[in-house]
């Protein structure tokens, strides 16, 4: 195989022809690494299909990262690794958004993924936790509408770890709010700011009209004109 170990992917050059070959693009993770990272063992990745939209499959983190982790289904003999982003893991009990990713998952963790995306172009396919329990792999979007995210998915969080979820999403929350108060009152001191420089030239206007006005009616009257 063309290639070489770079970080905790391994890098390694597509073969060319129709059909893909083993040494393509499909193992995220070293196996060395993830033993190192869990304490468990696992096969290296050698499947190279493309599992069908949809489709639901128990599969194993193998790799986090910031945005997301990568999934070997199965023993990984069949189907390359797929994508599982951030988004689509799911929300601890009172937290609206995930923000760490093994806040959640963790390397080694035995997950229930629904194929969502599949780009056989790229040989790329997005995976989603939300839309599957977890205990059984039951499908709790039968229709594939992927309209509103079910609450229960059956995901177990550690008291201990949904602690420090919670408080980190609070804290999060908090500067959120504290940002959007900054903005209003900003938006607040610039509007007051426009409302007087209109009272100021709404008043230099009726001055500079007045005097004209003043000027006529003493001309009227026979009044002498004021020197200035």
Known sequence: MNGFVAGQFRISKPETGFQQKAG???DFGTVEQFQKTTGLARKRTTG????????????LIVCTKEYGAF???SRGEKYKD????????????????????NSVVREGDQVWVKVRDVDEESGKYALDMRFVHQKDGRDLDPFNGRG?????????????QLKHIQEA???????????????????????????KRMQVESS????????????????????PKREP
């Open 82 to 101: 797929g994508f599982l982003h951030i988004g689509c893991l799911p929300n601890p009990p009172g937290v609206e958004r995930v923000e760490v990713v």
């Open 48 to 59: 190279t299909a493309m599992p069908r939209e949809n489709s639901i499959h128990k599969g």
């Open 148 to 160: 509103r995210v079910p609450k229960d998915v059956g995901w177990v969080f550690p008291k201990q």
């Open 169 to 195: 999403n609070a804290v999060i929350s908090a500067q959120k709010v504290g940002f959007d108060v900054d903005i209003e009152a900003k938006k607040q001191e610039e509007e007051e700011a426009a409302l």
């Open 71 to 73: 999934v070997q289904i």
């Open 24 to 26: 393509s693009y499909r």
């Open 204 to 223: 230099e206007e009726e001055s500079a009209l007045a005097e004209p006005l003043a000027l006529r009616a003493h001309a009227s009257l026979g009044l």
